[in-house]
């Protein structure tokens, strides 16, 4: 089922999650825990992040500098089969401009395809450590936007290379938002009109930056609507868990965290700021429900109990 008919047809605030790929190393036992944890809860859907491949040096027992070229977590397009077809948990695929040629994508969007999934996450993504190596005839998608037409592109039957009787796909594309704007925007207007066109070229909602300040998001949709942006907005919450996430996550996300929470954490000693972070995350959870947000997206991470402690009071 797509997202955005699991929206359009929910009486109530649904509940989303965002979990990551095991590093290289792990195996699929540690999102298989994570899954079987959320799955009491009914997820309408969980999103898997996807990862380009990056660069890192290591020193051998020589002194030589050995470059390595790798994908730290590999695995997302596997993942999301192996949650929607044993879990019957529809699975959202993330898909990246950087560090993926055009026809990666198409080929991901196939395999997507042959594993019956039906929702993929469009982002830029974070520029890579390195240029990977390309072709003349290789192209890449350098904007979101871009991606989102490549997508819509493949959804009408046209692929990369003309077909002969190509068949038509049929994936519900969602887009990403920033309440607090993308840090490398002149400012929040400027941030809408790039978020426009992914609407206008297919995208069908938006899923936003984590935010600790509801009132950001509040009023982020209302400026979304005056810019005309209709499809549904799904704000994104993360539980802060420990003192170092007050700088981590604004120098990693580039956001704001509200002086009332800032001075609770820090006042606070460190076994106390879990149990700040539960309670922040439910008033906000509270208010957004009281105020029938289409659903709330939890960035899990590997924070899988924090998050059922939240959710388990709203069900």
Known sequence: MKVIDHILSADKTLFSFEIVPPPRGRTLKDIIDIVQKLSPYSPSWIDVTSHASSISYQTLSNGEIKQKTQKKRPGTLGICGVIQNRFQIDTVAHLLCM????????????????????????????????????????QTNTFAVDLVTQIKNINQGHYLDPLENAQKLDFCIGVAGYPEKHFESPSLKSDLFYLKQKIDQGAQYIVTQMFFDNQKYFDYVKLCQSQGITVPIIPGLKIIKNKQQLSSLPKSFHLSLPDSLVEQINLASPDEVQNIGLNWAKIQVQELIKNKVPSIHFYVLNDVDLVTKVISEFQ
């Open 99 to 138: 560090g993926f040629t055009k026809q990666e994508t198409e080929d991901a969007l196939i395999e997507l395809n042959y594993l019956g999934l039906e929702n993929v996450l469009a982002l830029r993504g974070d520029r890579p450590n390195f240029d990977k190596p390309k072709t003349p005839d290789q």
